[in-house]
């Protein structure tokens, strides 16, 4: 933000501007958010400028923020599958290349084919994110089978086994399954938005830690919405817990371990990556309805290291700002005063 120069005074603005001021005692420390006027036509002020009421010197820092953005961070926070009957329990929700067969709860290539079994996933896909793909083969007796997300392979597998495995999604909507020279099942596939430490599975509405574990759920904010350095973000998650202590951590900023079951909500400041992750230690329980989005951001007092900016004389926010946070180490009143 710019500082308004010093000859742009009160009485400059109020002759053809609007003004709207707010008075605010503070609390000793207590960061003061104050929500942006607007006019009747819904337009946000252009300018603020403070004052310090009480006669008062005392300090206070000041941050703006914009909330044009309110997109969540967090992709499929809420751990619905992408799959559609990934357990095969009809035949039904896969197109079936020449050889493949569902029946008895698997999907079946039979006489070492190299064609594909596939689907359009029920969730879209975002290309160039990273998901992760469970499954697993049964009676392998011949060649490879690969998976594939949104036009990106993974890996060729030959035995039988559970696999899990992240893929970097392309540009289509497509799970597919190609052999080659493959006879074989499949089944239990499931796809999820997040990576999976070990220990940690999905069942289509939450991640679940089993086994005291403490390795992590993780994923990258959206490309289309990355995380800001700096920026405070409201998070919100539920977790169950029966064992450990499970900690949420938004680009690179831990928050509040926790070794309860609830709802939790706080305030993080993001640090410089676009990790999103859930970190564990000895964890076992789930994690489920995760939300990331923007909170006006909160200026701490430079007593505590964190600091806004000290002392502004007001800004130009160009109708973009939707809060204005402040914060002192002591209690003055701080007027904020609104032009359009």
């Not at 009676?139 to 035995?159: C, D, L, N």
């Not at 700096?230 to 926790?258: D, E, F, P």
Request: charged share 10%; with cysteine; proline share 3%.
């Amino acid at each position: 933000m710019t500082i308004l120069p010093e000859y742009l005074t009160h009485s400059k603005l109020q002759a053809g501007l609007g003004k709207y001021t707010v008075s605010n005692l503070l609390a000793a420390n207590v960061p003061e958010q104050i929500t942006v006027p607007t006019d009747q036509t819904g337009k946000l002020a252009e300018f603020v400028i403070f004052g310090r009421g009480n006669a008062t010197t005392d300090n206070f820092f000041a941050q703006c923020y914009s909330a044009t953005s309110g997109a969540d961070r967090a992709t499929n926070g809420t751990f619905a599958e992408y799959v559609t009957n990934g357990a095969f329990a009809s035949d039904t929700g896969w197109t079936k290349g020449t050889g493949w067969t569902i029946a008895a709860g698997v999907a079946t290539a039979t006489g070492a084919i190299s064609t594909a079994l596939s689907q359009t996933l029920a969730i879209t896909l975002i290309a160039g994110y990273t998901y992760t793909i469970t499954f697993t083969t049964s009676s392998v007796s011949a060649g490879t089978v690969t998976p594939s997300i949104g036009g990106t392979s993974g890996t060729a597998r030959s035995t039988d086994a559970t696999f899990t495995e992240t893929i970097v999604a392309g540009s289509t909507q497509i799970l597919a399954f190609t052999g080659a020279g493959f006879t074989g099942n499949i089944d239990n596939v499931t796809v999820t938005a997040w990576v999976l430490g070990t220990g940690w599975t999905t069942d289509g509405t939450t991640a679940i830690a089993t086994g005291a574990i403490s390795t992590a759920l993780s994923q990258t904010a959206k490309n289309s919405a990355p995380l800001v350095a700096g920026q405070a973000y409201l998070v919100t998650y539920t977790a169950t817990r029966s064992a450990g202590t499970v900690t949420v951590n938004i680009g690179g900023t831990a928050g509040t371990g926790r070794t309860s079951s609830a709802t939790f909500a706080e305030v993080l400041i993001a640090g410089a990556t676009q990790a999103i992750s859930f970190t564990t230690s000895g964890f076992t329980g789930t994690i489920d309805d995760v939300t990331i989005i923007p909170a006006a951001s909160v200026p701490i007092d430079s007593t505590t290291g964190l600091s806004g900016e000290q002392n502004p004389d007001g800004y130009f926010l160009g109708g973009n700002v939707s809060y204005i946070s402040i914060v002192s180490a002591a209690t003055p009143t701080i007027t904020t005063s609104f032009y359009k």
